[in-house]
């Protein structure tokens, strides 16, 4: 067996250490001395460091924001949400907010993240740019084999390629009628020689 320890530090401007420094410990099983062995540990290390990682990034942006948070707005308790990434998932705590007229709204809505549920923008990128090579079904299985974990069922995979197809043709068509609507636009001539 072995043992990795990573710790996160992260720095102002100035190189200064601004967060409260934690270490984390991960044992990785190794059985026997083979390289197959070895690959498997230092995969699975990556499936569950990496996300840790991510959360304590984010965990430390949403602190500075509460910090620097506009006085009209109160914090409100926190929510666990799920976040799903490239690298695995991790539980995070939300930060929930209200305003002086008692509108809720939570750190993600400040900041515009994760609009449409908690997958990151990589996982939904990487699972489109697939779905004109693989089955829906086998994009599934490349996210588990990926992450590590299961990620996306295959019907939340192909609600992610239409949605993001609707989004395409939307803006086409509203750059078309935008176009189509310009009246200083001349039609180009045709030659029909």
Known sequence: MATVEIIVRVHDDLGNIINDIEKRTYQLELPDSSFDSIEKATTEFKNQALPDIQADLLGKCQSD??????????????????????????????????????????????????????????LKEFSAFYSN?????????????TAGRKQ?????????????????????K????????????????????
């Open 65 to 122: 924001f509460i910090q620097k948070k506009d006085d009209n707005l109160r914090c409100n308790g926190t929510t666990p949400v799920t976040i799903k990434t490239l690298h695995g998932r991790f539980r995070f705590k939300l930060q929930r907010f209200t305003d002086v007229h008692y509108n809720r709204t939570t750190y993600f809505d400040l900041t515009h993240q994760f609009m449409d549920g908690y997958v990151s923008n990589r």
């Open 133 to 145: 090579r693989l089955s829906y079904e086998e994009i599934e299985d490349l996210l588990e084999r």
């Open 152 to 172: 996306l069922s295959d019907q939340t995979v192909r609600s992610i390629v239409v949605d993001k197809a609707i989004e395409v043709s939307n803006r086409s």
């Open 174 to 193: 509203s750059r078309a009628l935008e176009i189509l609507g310009n009246d200083s636009l001349n039609f180009p001539v045709v030659n029909l020689r």
